[in-house]
């Protein structure tokens, strides 16, 4: 079975451009998680969502930060304008209610110059 | 709020030996415990969790890990390390039902020919 995917896997841009992320959560899960990781902060929760409702957006840093779920099979999380300060790698995660582990994608390396 | 606490950055040992990564957690409640792996330039692999019942947990790879309630602690044990298990090393805690992750810094593994 196909697992996480994300695409696309690096993406650099110049500070102030619009940077779109995507993900394909395993098909029949109906949790999706988006993350960002640095070196600085570690694993930081962004925003979640259950049966394509987002429940938990606390993470999302700025509102230049937006991620919607319009459908089981697909996600995205979007920034706009992007800043250097966005440069991590964004996984996105996946999981079944009844299931205890999420399964992660393997990353975006975002860099923003 | 729930946290966790992984005390080493870095674990040093030779191939052949005993491995432990140390992590401890707060949290009110009963927690979910699980550790993640990742290698370079990959997303997080799931190597095992504790959810209930005996304490000593046996995940992928040869690794476990044992919890511990009265030291809040789930420590990843493996009786002889190899050098492919050098990785980047995650203890990750949540509460019941289909809550987000709460993520330690992560501790790398080095293991020595």
């Known amino acids: 079975d196909a697992g996480v995917i994300q695409s696309p896997r690096h993406e650099v841009t110049e500070m102030g451009q619009e940077v779109t992320l995507r993900c394909k959560p395993i098909s029949g899960h109906d949790y999706l998680f988006w993350y960002r990781q640095t070196m600085m902060r570690g694993l930081e929760l962004l925003i979640y969502?259950?049966?394509?409702?987002?429940?938990?957006d606390s993470g999302m840093p700025e509102d230049r930060f937006s991620a919607k779920m319009p459908n089981a099979s697909f996600s995205t999380l979007k920034i706009q304008p992007s800043e250097p300060r966005d440069s991590a790698v964004y996984f996105c995660a996946s999981s079944l209610l009844g299931v205890y582990e999420q399964y992660f994608g393997p990353g975006t390396r975002l860099t923003v110059t | 709020a729930q946290s966790v606490a992984q005390p080493e950055d870095q674990v040093n040992v030779a191939e052949g030996n005993p491995l432990t990564v140390k992590c401890t957690y707060s949290v009110s409640g009963n927690p979910y415990l699980f550790w993640y792996v990742q290698y370079p330039n990959r997303g997080l692999q799931f190597l095992l969790k504790y959810i209930t019942g005996d304490n000593l947990v046996k995940g992928s790879y040869g690794f476990e890990a044992e919890f511990n309630k009265s030291q809040t602690s789930f420590h990843l044990k493996k009786p002889s390390a190899l050098v492919s298990d050098s990785a980047l090393y995650f203890c990750?805690?949540?509460?019941?039902?289909?809550?987000?992750?709460?993520f330690g810094k992560g501790t790398r593994l080095s293991v020595i020919a």
């Open positions: 969502f259950n049966n394509n409702v987002p429940i938990d």
């Open positions: 990750a805690v949540r509460l019941p039902g289909n809550t987000p992750l709460v």
